[in-house]
């Protein structure tokens, strides 16, 4: 008896669990190689709110960086490229927004390591409704295989 | 008679042979406006101007005379699309192959109070180490920023990233003959169709 509450317990708890884990679908997120010294980063990703309720994306950090920010970069019809800064990203149920270059990023500010050669990066997403998502973003090199040996 | 139809045919040949090499002339000439290249025409004089680069030093937009330029500004603290720009070109001189020692590409700083040259010597060699990545006093850049229509502007933010640049991000195409003849606005930069504008070039 005593065994089949616990298993029930547990079954509830862990399908939870599972069930707050689908709300927030993270897909194709990777981060950008840049040189050594290099203070700035960005890393880019799909987010997907698969729950019947929307939800907000709030906070952003990164053990790798000082801060973490939700950026996006416009291109005006002159070609003069700025930034905005988003402190809260709306997440309407059922909709993927898609973090790529020259569009919403997250800036990586003020990186406290180099991230050549390092294989991931893990980025902490925070968010109203599903609590914390952990991503390990691939680090992509911002160079083809041969770059910097091009004569 | 028969004279005259010999005579007429004759002319008919010449003229023929006359628009044959009209045609070529006309295509010769007009290579350049043709607006079927992937960026889009632009057509101004490329004012020479010297700064310094990632070793220090003085380079000059004529020490390129017989290369195709391409030239676009930047700042090292850009974590999104200059990173993503230089990255492109790095793939458009790959692209280029053989043809890739007559390309040069040049990375001017519009943010010369943190973009030193050692911050550049450790930057921009990284995306390919034939790129030069050229700095100077704020005078010297916004001079060089104003004669190639550049804007550019010290953004202070809510983020803590310090400040950001707003600027123009386009990447400028010079000819070997000192033009400024394409220019590649964000839209537009798909490392394989600027490597054919090149390559229809040299």
Known sequence: ?151 | MKRRNVFKILISILFLILIGWGIIVYQIIDIKSKADFYGSVYEREALSFTLTDQNGSKVSLSDFKDKVVLLFFGYTHCPDVCPMTLSIMNNVVEELGDQADQVQVLFITIDPQRDTVAKLKSYIPYYNESFIGLTGTPEEIDKVADDYNIFYSKEEVESVSGYLMGHNSSVLLITPDGEIFLRYTQNRMDPVSIAGDIKRIL
């Open chain 1, 1 to 151: 008896m005593g065994k089949t509450i616990i298993a029930l317990i547990l079954f509830f708890v862990l399908a939870q669990f599972s069930f707050a884990q689908d709300n927030i679908v993270i897909s194709d997120a990777w981060v950008r190689e840049v040189p050594p010294g290099t203070s700035m980063s960005a890393g880019y990703m799909t987010i997907e709110n698969k729950a019947k309720n929307d939800d907000k994306l709030i906070g952003i950090s990164s053990d790798v960086a000082e801060s973490a920010e939700l950026h996006i970069s416009k291109v005006d019809e002159n070609g003069v490229a700025t930034m905005e800064m988003i402190k809260i990203l709306d997440l309407p149920s059922g909709e993927a927004i898609e973090l790529k270059p020259g569009g919403m990023h997250i800036m990586l500010i003020g990186l406290k390591e180099s991230l050549v050669g390092k294989d991931s990066v893990r980025l902490n997403l925070n968010f109203e409704k599903s609590g914390e998502v952990k991503v390990e973003a691939p680090v992509k090199s911002s160079r083809s295989p041969t770059g910097g040996h091009n004569h």
